[in-house]
Structure formats: structure tokens, C-alpha cells
């Protein structure tokens, strides 16, 4: 485990990677993830696919242990999946990895990360106005340009996951009145001036 990994965080490798990289079932995993366990047929209807096409899908979540069966929530012949882990770990080394298939696998992983992400905010942005006023407040839009070494750069990441991890710990039970699902982004990356 990395100085970054929480321990239900995933580290992705090179065959889980290629399981996961698809843009599909990266926005179902996504859906579980955020908002718990659904069937093939719910997840399709959010998305606007075919419940085959979900389902062809979450089986290939399954195989390669990103999902997997809910059976306290079925009835029946109804089978409910839910996320495996609370979120997966990206090692940048697959960038560079031998294979070009795995490299096509990382670039396409990231750029699907950086895509859910912005429509994450559009949605939040378009949607602001049905939240609370304590709620509108309560999101942050900043950005900040630093003059950062390497090392310090992985310092700050180090500090700020850390920060964020540490709001689990004590997080209000669930069905708290006031509590909401938060979404906390952060982008470290160095950009030129010329």
C-alpha cells in the first residue's frame, strides 16, 4: 500500500486495468460507487443504454472483482451488484508500461476519469439552485497556482488526502437529516508559463 492508498481504495494493475477501462463500465462502477447497490436494469435506465449492455458489463466488472452480487436487495430473479471497493488507485507506471494495449488501457482510464469529473461538476453547477442554501455555500470552486518541487508537490497531495480521509473517521451516521454525499476533487499537475 502506497502513502496515498485507503485500505478499501483498489490498486489498479495491468490486467485489472484492461477490465475496467471502458467508458461504460466506468460510469456504472461510478453509479454503484455513489449511489449503492442497482440492477442491470436500473443502471441502464440512468444511462440511457440497453439493460443487455449493462449487464454484458457488470458480469466483466465481476470477473475482474470490481463488483459484485448484492443479495440482500434481490427478489426473485432480480440481481443487484454493488462496488467492491470504495475506489481504485491509478500506478502512473502503466503509462509507460510494455505493452501498448495496457498503455492505451491507462490513457483511456484517465482521460474517462478527467471526463466524469467535469460532467460531476456540470451536473453540480446546472443543478445548484435545488440544493439548500447552507448547501450552495457549502461547495467550493478554487483553484491555485503554486512554485512547487516534485517533492513538495507529493507532500501536498500526501496532506491533502490525508485531510480528506480523515473526515471519514468521524462522518455523521448516513441517514442523518443534514448529511449529504460530498464529492471532493483535486487536480495536482505542473503547467508551463511560456
Known sequence: MDEFQHPDVR????HSLRGLAHPLR???????????????????????ESSG?????????AAHGFVEDA?????????????????????????????????GAAD????????????ELATWLANRNDWSEDWRHASDLSDFTLRLTPEQA????????ELV??????????DAADTE???VHTHVFPTRTD
Open 11 to 14: 490498486p489498479l494493475d495491468a
Open 26 to 48: 466506468m460510469r456504472l462502477l461510478t453509479l454503484l460507487r455513489h449511489g449503492g447497490p442497482a440492477t442491470a436494469s436500473q443502471l441502464a435506465a440512468r444511462l440511457g
Open 53 to 61: 449492455a449493462t449487464s454484458y458489463h457488470l458480469r466483466q466488472l
Open 71 to 103: 443479495p440482500e436487495h434481490g427478489k426473485g430473479r432480480e440481481r443487484w451488484w454493488r462496488a467492491a471497493q470504495r475506489g481504485v488507485s491509478f500506478d502512473e507506471g502503466l503509462l509507460e508500461h510494455p505493452d501498448p494495449q495496457v498503455r
Open 108 to 119: 483511456l482510464f484517465l482521460h474517462e476519469t478527467a471526463s466524469n469529473r467535469t460532467q
Open 154 to 161: 507529493v507532500d501536498l497531495i500526501q496532506k491533502m488526502h
Open 165 to 174: 480521509n480523515s473526515y471519514r473517521a468521524w462522518a455523521p451516521e448516513a
Open 181 to 183: 454525499q460530498v464529492r
